[in-house]
């Protein structure tokens, strides 16, 4: 039995108060797949101080334990419930819901782990990807707070600084070494990413393998809709735009990338 639309796919995602509701690489990652699938789903919005109480009455399995030593565990979105077997499937974490997406519904929409290049991406999303979230996420840091629900924007601001162990919005101030540090770093693990997509011979060096959309472009795509959201408060808060310079690196090569994705932005 398949997702209808009258028996969707729930899909927990934390809100922004953005014109383009969500926000979250993570939560991008699994949105950009189920629209790229065409899978009937639909949205419930919690914010971030729920998501623990709510998904341990859902039954929704923890994603990890806190990095605190305690031995808690760790509720993360974006979960997913597929109500459609007589014992609802109940899932977090974005590449764990992808594989099952693909498992579960292989004749739906195009397949995102083509057997040849499945290892190589998974690899890629362990490697590469990471020499540049890292980087995003310290641009992006201290904006995210003006973008969240009052309750939601406390919790991450809380949270966020003690895991820094300083003030968020001491995080790569604007004309800071950080901040430069910060772009030399994403730089360069941009300019990695694109040495990888130009051996896509067949894909000209426009998708990671191949010459269709994967789920290693839909986490590419993911990261940088989560650097272009924030983006939207730079000029209000007086740093240079994340997004912007992105899309002007590699000869605006990310720029022309996101544009294969402006298509599957809805939200249901």
């Known amino acids: 039995m398949a997702a209808t639309p009258s028996n969707p796919i729930i899909l927990y995602d934390i809100p922004a108060s953005t014109e383009l ?13 189920l629209n790229l699938k065409g899978l009937p789903y639909r949205t419930e919005w919690i914010s971030y101080p729920d998501i623990q109480p709510t998904f341990e009455k859902l039954g929704i399995k923890h994603t990890s334990l806190k990095m605190d030593g305690s031995g808690r565990p760790h509720y993360t979105c974006p979960a997913i419930i597929d109500p459609t077997s007589p014992e609802p499937t109940k899932l977090s974490d974005s590449t764990p819901i992808a594989l099952y997406i693909e498992e579960t519904y292989p004749n739906v929409g195009p397949k995102v782990f083509p057997d040849a290049s499945k290892d190589a991406q998974l690899e890629f999303i362990d490697t590469a990807v990471w020499d540049i979230i890292t980087p995003i996420g310290d641009l992006v840091a201290a904006q995210v707070p003006a973008i969240l629900d009052p309750r939601g924007s406390d919790y991450f601001y809380r949270k966020r600084s003690a895991f820094r162990g300083r003030p968020l919005e001491t995080v790569c101030l604007s004309g800071s070494d950080e ?40 986490f590419l795509a993911a990261i940088f809709l989560w650097a272009r959201i924030p983006s939207d408060r730079d000029q209000d808060m007086n740093v240079d735009s994340v997004w912007g310079g992105i899309a002007k690196l590699n000869d605006g090569r990310w720029e022309k990338f996101m544009q294969k994705f402006e298509g599957l932005l809805q939200v249901n």
């Not at 509701?21 to 797949?33: D, Y």
């Not at 051996?199 to 010459?211: D, H, P």
């Open 179 to 218: 901040r430069k540090q910060a772009w030399e770093e994403l730089k360069r693990g941009l300019d990695a990413i694109a040495k990888i997509y130009d051996r896509n011979v067949e894909g000209k060096g426009e998708y990671f393998a191949g010459s269709d959309i994967t789920y290693a472009d839909i």
């Open 21 to 33: 509701k969500p926000w979250s690489i993570n939560m991008w990652k699994t949105r950009l797949l």
